[in-house]
């Protein structure tokens, strides 16, 4: 079964240091690939997305990730983290059930920024 | 701007009622889900749904019922609420084969009393 493992629950990160927040993921065809942010009380919303092409993708408020087949990894980089930037972050793999997508989640890594 | 909107941010209710909640999608995406979220497990998704009338179980069915009369309503129901379904319980979106990801709705706290 599809599985995505977020293996740090809680991160801190001073502000203006750089950001890694991991990601493995367990799926046997090519894997599309997503992570969320999800601020207090609210839903969640799309940082970026890998379906194919260049591993390395840009999404918003100056995230990035880096799929690597061989690690079954994608990491979300950050170069500065900012204090708005604390929150939950979800990684999620998409799997395909009879030509549709479903998306399996990690459980969540919640990023503290210190001043 | 495009949206998912649930019907409410906070809803309180007693053991044993029966409870509904409304989700309302303007993208025209085929695909609905219902997910419920919880401390250190992450989101876990109850139904989802691909088509109209359409109705597929997801990971933790139990207990709850889903309805899909139009493309863009999607309704969750709690057919006797119980305490253990105090929870936040988030709606989300997508075309039928994924592209874009999902978009969410800002997700209702459910508190069973």
């Known amino acids: 079964a599809q599985s995505v493992t977020q293996p740090d629950i809680h991160i801190t990160v001073s502000e203006g240091a750089s950001l890694e927040l991991r990601c493995n993921y367990s799926?046997?065809?090519?894997?599309?690939l997503f992570w969320y942010v999800q601020s207090p009380g609210q839903g969640l919303q799309l940082l970026l997305k890998?379906?194919?092409?260049?591993?390395l993708v840009q999404g918003i408020k100056g995230f990035e990730a880096e799929f690597k087949r061989s690690q079954s990894s994608f990491n979300l980089r950050k170069p500065s983290v900012h204090w708005s930037d604390a929150a939950e972050y979800f990684c999620?793999?998409?799997?395909?059930?009879?030509?549709?997508?479903?998306?399996?989640f990690g459980t969540g890594t919640r990023l503290l920024v210190s001043p | 701007d495009v949206k998912v909107t649930q019907s409410s941010r906070y809803l309180v209710k007693r053991t044993g009622e029966k409870v509904f909640l409304e989700c309302v999608q303007d993208?025209?995406?085929?695909?609905m889900f219902w997910y419920r979220q919880d401390p250190g497990l992450g989101l876990r998704l109850i139904y989802f749904?691909?088509?109209?009338?359409?109705?597929e179980k997801g990971d933790i069915p139990e207990g709850y019922s889903v309805s899909r009369e139009k493309k863009e309503r999607f309704s969750l129901i709690l057919e006797s609420a119980s305490t253990n379904q105090t929870s936040m319980y988030l709606c989300?979106?997508?075309?039928?084969?994924?592209?874009?990801?999902?978009?969410f709705g800002s997700g209702t706290r459910l508190t069973v009393v």
């Open positions: 989300a979106s997508s075309f039928r084969d994924g592209s874009g990801g999902y978009t």
């Open positions: 799926y046997g065809a090519t894997p599309y």
């Open positions: 890998y379906f194919s092409g260049d591993t």
């Open positions: 999620a793999v998409g799997t395909m059930n009879t030509g549709f997508q479903k998306l399996v």
């Open positions: 993208m025209d995406h085929e695909n």
């Open positions: 749904s691909y088509d109209v009338k359409m109705k």
